[in-house]
Nanobody, 124 residues
Framework: QVQLVESGGGLVQAGGSLRLSCAAS????????MGWFRQAPGKEREFAAT????????YYADSVKGRFAISRDNTNNTVYLQMNNLKPEDTAVYYC?????????????????WGQGTQVTVSS
């Protein structure tokens, strides 16, 4: 069993930056692909970024490519999402998720464990 706890969300003006953290406990996530997803009010949860277990491979949604960066610190069992040049349309609850297996994935259905989410609000 893996427990995931997100932090770092908040209110920021358009053009600003935030860094989200996802702390894992229960089991080491060294062998898990990790992902960040987001859900805006009235919309379905969508993929944002994902990283392989080693950290060597990453993949981003087109909407965040070039602005967001996912990384991980396997020593500390933590995954990060650096978000730059934020836009009002980035406003959402951001969720961290872990999938069994070392590869990354943009598919929600492949993730086994989810955090409770952290709110990110970008004002115009």
């Amino acid at each position: 069993q893996v427990q995931l706890v997100e932090s770092g969300g908040g209110l920021v003006q358009a053009g600003g930056s935030l860094r989200l953290s996802c702390a894992a406990s229960g089991r080491t996530v060294t062998d898990y692909g990790m992902g960040w997803f987001r859900q805006a009010p009235g919309k379905e949860r969508e993929f944002a970024a994902t990283i392989s277990s080693s950290g060597g491979f990453t993949y981003y949604a087109d909407s965040v490519k070039g602005r967001f960066a996912i990384s991980r610190d396997n020593t500390n069992n933590t995954v990060y999402l650096q978000m730059n040049n934020l836009k009002p349309e980035d406003t959402a609850v951001y969720y961290c998720a872990a999938k069994a297996g070392r590869s990354y994935s943009y598919r929600i259905s492949q993730y086994n464990y989810w955090g409770q989410g952290t709110q990110v609000t970008v004002s115009s």
